[in-house]
């Protein structure tokens, strides 16, 4: 049966809890804002499923998989944040249990005689590197389990990178976008599971591993609760990219220009409204005068 946890008591009185989580929900807690962090439990898997699992797929789980699974059949934490009296779902932490560990594989919905698959998108160029291991294969050369859908931003995925029959050391963690593009999360579970829970859980965290980034919405979030292993400096640097920087100086000179004849115009019309109190020929020759003498600063 699965269980809520209170997050209040989950220290003192449920501390496999507080191994499983590795302490975060004491960070989550004291984060400002922060409310119903909420764990649901679940019991662990019995050895049998595993073997079960095994044999189903013809794949040897990984060791740190197994005992993940025999701690927990599953993960699922979550956190909401509170604004201006509206509570709104953030964080989201999710593994699947042993019986969602399913194969990525066309829907059968879609399977029509004709219908365009997974395998249908490979590309013969692969890009693997000394700094990228080369992406999975939809086809038969790999063999790929969904650990967590993402919400619907991606999935993150168990990866056979050698097919059938697949052995536990030529697994890597992956992650899916929604444009079907690969990216190189982890080399192991452990490693992955430790991103999962230092990351918060916070939306779209997984894309912090593309080449793209996370979404401008993203990074608010991101500022506001700062992953304990995301690099702040690069946060603050890919923020700025989105500011418009403005050079006043030159977006305004032009406009400069234009304003200093118009201070120093009404130094004509001055001139003309002294000349009616006096004669009208020196009138004339004083007004000609200053307009002569005040044409000649402007000119230059």
């Known amino acids: 049966m699965e269980e809520e946890a209170s997050p209040p008591g989950l220290g003192c009185s449920k501390p ?5 989580t590795l302490g975060i929900t004491r960070i989550l807690e004291s984060s400002p804002g922060v409310t119903e962090v909420t764990i649901i439990e679940k019991p662990p898997a019995e050895r049998h499923m595993i073997s079960s699992w095994e044999q189903k797929n013809n794949c040897v789980m990984p060791e740190d998989v197994k005992n993940f699974y025999l701690m927990t059949n599953g993960f699922h934490m979550t956190w909401s944040v509170k604004l201006d009296e509206h509570i709104i779902p953030l964080g989201s932490m999710a593994i699947n249990s042993i019986s969602k560990l399913t194969q990525l594989t066309q829907s059968s919905m879609y399977s029509l005689p004709n219908a365009p698959t997974l395998a249908d998108l490979e590309d013969d160029t692969h ?6 291991p080369e992406k999975p294969h939809f086809d038969s050369r790999s063999v790929i389990f969904e650990l967590d859908s993402c919400n619907g931003s991606g999935k993150v995925c168990l990866v056979y990178k050698s097919g059938k029959p697949a052995l536990a050391e030529d697994t890597e963690i992956w992650f899916l976008d929604r444009a079907l593009y690969w990216h190189f999360l982890t080399d192991t579970f452990t490693a992955y599971y430790r991103l999962l829970i230092t990351h918060l859980g916070l939306p779209q965290w997984q894309y912090a591993f593309t080449s793209y980034g996370i979404s401008p919405q993203a990074k608010q979030w991101f500022s506001m609760y700062k992953p304990i292993t995301y690099n702040t400096n690069l946060l603050t640097e890919e923020t700025d ?3 418009n920087k403005l050079d006043p100086s030159k ?3 032009s406009k400069n220009k234009i304003v200093i004849p118009k201070k120093k115009g009404p130094v004509q019309p001055a001139g003309g409204q002294k000349g009616p109190s006096g004669p009208s020929g020196p009138s004339t020759s004083s007004t000609s005068k200053s307009s002569s003498g005040s044409g000649n600063p402007i000119r230059k």
Request: no cysteine; charged share 35%.
């Open 127 to 132: 890009e693997a590197s000394d700094d990228q």
């Open 16 to 20: 496999h809890l507080e191994k499983l």
């Open 241 to 243: 990219s989105f500011v």
């Open 251 to 253: 977006v305004f000179k």
